[in-house]
């Protein structure tokens, strides 16, 4: 395993259910990122937290909002989504958040709006 | 725009031989390149760096080239096995700032025995 884990696996929710993702790394690292990917198509990077502090926001839509109470612990809420959001969210840190840096991903939560 | 392609058809390529698999990229400048592997259900390993003063890296049977003048990197197994088989992702990582990385689509590898 990658040190990074991530639950739920699978989610299935409908487009009026508020519902969270959660994310936990046990490397010690200080940067954490969520990723979205969809089939055939390039992760796409949400947002980036830097010792808890949000560093990048990709133009993101505001039902996706996430949380980063420590370095260990990333969240992602979701409410009002859509069925264009359906995809593999994927968590990853890497130490520092220095450029150049390898990055560790989870297995990332399967998600299926209805 | 920045882009970066990779071959969207998959690789089948026989045991034993070497697996050739290219990233080509557009509008960057990237310090430096990531390649990744993804198995289904799985998320990115990562496998090799290669900074943008460097032509080529090696791992065991992994080696990766990078040309900036062509504006694309290839990334070769030798003696490939059928646990080879999963896609494979490059990322393009900017200087400065922190760690972001953009990735391509990936190419999927499948090595029959």
């Known amino acids: 395993e990658t040190g990074v884990t991530q639950t739920p696996r699978h989610l299935v929710m409908g487009m009026t259910n508020k519902k969270s993702l959660k994310c936990e790394q046990h490397?010690?690292?200080?940067?954490m990122y969520w990723y979205k990917q969809s089939a055939k198509k390039p992760l796409e990077l949400m947002f980036v937290?830097?010792?808890?502090?949000?560093?990048e926001n990709n133009s993101v839509p505001s039902r996706f909002s996430p949380e980063c109470p420590n370095s260990s612990h990333l969240f992602l809420h979701l409410h009002t989504l859509q069925p264009e959001d359906s995809a593999l969210y994927l968590c990853?840190?890497?130490?520092?958040?220095?450029?150049?840096?390898?990055?560790?991903f989870g297995p990332g939560t399967r998600l299926l709006v209805l | 725009s920045q882009k970066i392609e990779q071959n969207s058809e998959a690789l089948n390529i026989q045991e034993g031989k070497t697996a050739t698999l290219t990233c080509n990229y557009t509008?960057?400048?990237?310090?430096?390149l990531q390649w990744y592997r993804q198995d289904p259900g799985r998320g990115p390993v990562f496998l090799l760096l290669i900074r943008e003063n460097e032509k080529e890296k090696r791992k065991e049977r992994l080696k990766v080239t990078f040309d900036t003048t062509l504006k694309q990197s290839l990334f070769h197994i030798t003696a490939s096995q059928p646990a080879d088989s999963a896609t494979y992702l490059c990322a393009l990582g900017a200087s400065g700032g922190y760690n972001k990385l953009i990735f391509g689509a990936g190419t999927r590898l499948a090595v029959h025995p």
């Open positions: 990853a840190s890497s130490q520092g958040g220095a450029v150049q840096e390898t990055q560790y």
């Open positions: 509008n960057y400048s990237p310090a430096y």
């Open positions: 490397l010690g690292h200080n940067a």
């Open positions: 937290y830097s010792l808890e502090e949000r560093v």
